[in-house]
């Protein structure tokens, strides 16, 4: 029924000078979401974009839902400039829409139509009393605002505002590693960055034959569900060859350090590759004194491997909160999937919670640190993963 | 293929070739429906028939107490559930008795009658997971309706005495009203231990292709009339309505052909896989702390050991990239440890259980494999043993 959907991205319209390139973002990120979708053309107008339907708003609308930096999407009707065209579509729009409270907001940016805004806002919402005997008029409350905005195109009346998902269209901050394990938490510290405008690229952690290719085949799940908030283009995923350091870790004689100096390996393959790929952030699934390596003192200990900024969106969230969000973005189910990964075939007795970083240098002292990363950056391969 | 060790015959195996030109031409050619009225489906009508009698004779049944299903999983089903609905069980929910140490698609439809009312009760099962049919008498209850006890046990090989169970069962049955029903599922046995429908004492007993080198997708129920099978499906009247869905034709022909030969050598098969089994047990024995967890005198083709401190799991990666396959004694999720039934069940400790590995044969392999993988395992349990500390 509704031809056209208004699309709105609040945020973007504070950023000044950046506002152009933020929107060619979003837009490229919106066209490239609806790409398998028939739709027509897309037109940038006062701060907001308009998208024409064919038939199908409603599943542009969900599309158009899952991306980041658009506030709100409402399906509009299209009228010529007649009054009584246009109270006919006001009623067939009010007809679509739940409540029992209502008021008219009319905006006229063409002067030139004969009734000014006061005038039509009272046609129409008399015109409306007469034909719905359920609805009354609320100003200050009102269940729904039918909107019209009379234009030299026509007239454009609607009335449900879909909330999306806001922030800032991805890629409009810059690019980030995200450390993604299997589990509940690195999908959801993705999701939060590119919320704010990050661009991922993902990192996984590949110990094989200590885990099996199921594992990968799960990385490579989540990381695909991921993808599509991701915006435009391929969605890369790094496997980082991390066998080496695991045998070489479990042989050490330092056991209950393993997983502070795991997640110091980790750190350090993710730096150099960031580096190598002009990422600006590491990003991970941490979320404070969630387990061992999450306290405040091994974060210090794990993080003094690096100067590269790290993101930890989930680090003020409790594990509820994670998984509820997880459900929503869709990566609840693959993370549950039983398969091992390198945290869990390899989780000590007794893992320190209070790592201190003498103890943890002299176990390094033990190792090739550098030898063993640059092996492990040679081997990593790179899987582009398509929408 | 050619250099692959495949040791998880007990998963699946991989369908013979003369199975594979037996089912040919019922894809393409001989493609019809036996329901259908014209001659196409009087000619699969036929097949499935003459498919039927010939198994009946395989395995010393009448052809009309034999159902195809589509698997065994699926026999296992029906053959429980359609006993515990008889029109007395129906209304009184009665009493079942099994062992802890049967196959998933037992004991969760025990489960679930167990949910709508009815009882359960479990025989005692010692370290290598027998069972004493004498414990089965005193378990009886005048409620009891189902016995049901697998022939050979798929984690471990153990062979369960299913003829003594059944005599019980005859006995007891005399001086009963509501008679007690034998179900004994045989999906490990088949091919790998002797079975005559006659000597087995059961009512109902349950086979599956894709373990016999046949195909996937195809299951076969014995039911005789003392089993007072009703449906647990409704539609049309197929396997005279115990089994409704037009009828796997292929797949039946396949399951007829894998029976015929795994069957008419059975006693070269059996010899061959004993030798087998024995050159692993040895090479295994030589592996330090290592342990056998399977009974001396089990079914020829399984073969389940521990090495404790390698992770099942982490022992099977390591295996299949030397193209050796060999399957875990536990479920490989470290969210559910130890959660293979069978080895809880028969007491074995979280270590032996965590490392254990279920090696399953098949007459093909030869002795020279069977060292090739002794020695593969002797370097990897002693390189894995290295890097855990």
């Known amino acids: ?387 | 293929m050619r250099n692959e060790i495949y040791l998880d015959n007990s998963a699946t195996t991989p369908v013979a070739e003369e199975v594979l030109q037996a089912m040919e031409p019922y894809w393409r050619i001989q493609y019809g429906n036996p329901s259908s009225p014209h001659l196409r489906g009087v000619a699969a009508e036929n097949t499935l028939n003459s498919n039927r009698k010939q198994l009946a004779r395989l395995l010393q049944a009448e052809p009309e107490h034999l159902y195809f299903t589509a698997s065994g999983t699926e026999a296992n089903n029906i053959a429980i559930l359609g006993a515990a609905s008889s029109p007395f069980f129906r209304r009184n929910p009665g009493h079942i008795i099994t062992t802890p140490i049967e196959h998933p698609s037992v004991l969760r439809v025990i489960d679930h009658l167990k949910e709508l009312g009815w009882s359960a009760s479990y025989l005692k099962v010692d370290r290598y997971g027998h069972v004493d049919a004498q414990e089965v008498a005193s378990l009886l209850q005048p409620t009891t309706r189902i016995v049901s006890v697998m022939l050979v046990n798929n984690e471990l090989g153990t062979i369960a005495p299913v003829r003594e169970i059944g005599r019980l069962i005859d006995a007891a049955n005399r001086e009963r009203q509501h008679k007690i029903v034998f179900h004994v599922d045989a999906v490990q046995a088949l091919g790998h231990v002797p079975i005559s429908i006659p000597d087995l004492k059961a009512h109902l007993v349950s086979f599956s292709g894709h373990k016999i080198f046949g195909p996937k997708g195809i299951g076969l129920l014995y039911a005789n009339r003392q089993a007072q099978l009703r449906p647990i499906m409704f539609g049309g009247d197929q396997e005279r309505g115990l089994r409704p869905g037009t009828e796997n034709i292929p797949a039946v022909v396949g399951l007829t052909k894998a029976a015929q030969l795994v069957l008419d050598s059975l006693a070269e098969n059996v010899q061959q896989l004993e030798e087998l089994r024995q050159a692993l047990i040895e090479g295994i024995k030589t592996i330090p702390n290592s342990r056998i967890n399977s009974p001396l005198h089990g079914a020829p083709h399984l073969l389940n050991a521990s090495f404790p401190g390698v992770r099942g799991e982490v022992l099977v990666h390591f295996l299949e990239q030397k193209r050796i396959f060999v399957s875990m004694g536990a479920a490989c999720s470290s969210k559910k440890k130890g959660a293979s039934h069978v080895l809880e069940a028969v007491g074995l400790d979280q270590e032996d259980i965590l490392s254990a590995i279920r090696f399953s044969l098949a007459p093909t392999l030869t002795l020279d494999q069977i060292q090739y993988v002794v020695y593969s395992l002797k370097e990897t349990v002693e390189e894995i043993r290295n890097i855990y500390i």
């Open chain 1, 1 to 387: 029924m509704y031809p056209l959907l208004l699309v709105r991205y609040g945020e973007l319209s504070l950023k000044g000078r950046n506002r152009k390139t933020f929107e060619d973002i979003l837009l490229n990120n919106i066209r490239s979401a609806l790409a398998d979708l028939p739709h027509g053309r897309l037109t940038k107008t006062y701060g907001r974009v308009y998208l024409e339907t064919k038939d199908n708003w409603a599943e542009l609308a969900e599309r158009l839902q899952g991306i980041f930096g658009i506030v709100s999407v409402s399906p509009v009707l299209r009228r010529e400039l007649d009054l009584e065209q246009i109270k006919e579509g006001a009623s067939l729009v009010v007809k679509d829409t739940p409540g029992s409270t209502f008021k008219v907001g009319v905006r006229r940016p063409y002067k030139a139509f004969p009734l000014n805004s006061p005038e039509l806002c009272h046609a129409l919402g008399g015109h409306i009393l007469r034909n719905f005997s359920h609805l009354k008029v609320d100003v200050h409350n009102p269940d729904f605002v039918l909107d019209v905005e009379i234009r030299q195109e026509g007239a454009f009346l609607y009335s449900q505002t879909l909330p999306c998902l806001r922030g800032l269209p991805a890629g409009s901050s810059g690019k980030g590693l995200l450390l993604l394990s299997g589990g509940i938490d690195s999908p959801v510290a993705g999701f939060l960055s590119m919320k704010r405008g990050v661009k991922i690229e993902g990192l996984h952690f590949y110990s094989y034959p200590f885990t099996s290719e199921r594992s990968k085949a799960k990385v490579v799940e989540l990381a695909t569900r991921l993808a599509p908030y991701n915006g435009h283009g391929v969605f890369k995923l790094w496997i980082a060859y991390f066998t080496e350091i695991q045998k070489a870790l479990q042989k050490g004689s330092y056991p209950n350090l393993s997983i502070t100096l795991m997640r110091r390996f980790m750190l350090r393959i993710a730096s150099k590759l960031a580096q190598r790929e002009k990422a600006l952030a590491l990003i991970t699934g941490d979320s404070l004194g969630q387990v061992a390596s999450q306290t405040m003192e091994s974060i210090h200990v794990i993080n003094e491997v690096t100067n590269m900024p790290i993101f930890r969106p989930l680090i003020g969230m409790d594990k509820q909160e994670i998984i509820d969000l997880s459900v929503s973005i869709g990566t609840y189910e693959t993370s549950i999937l039983p398969y091992e990964d390198c945290c869990t075939v390899f989780v000590p007795k007794n893992p320190a919670t209070k790592p201190k970083l003498e103890q943890v240098l002299r176990a390094e002292a033990e190792l090739d640190v550098d030898g063993l990363v640059s092996e492990a950056i040679e081997k990593t391969e790179l899987l582009e993963l398509r929408n």
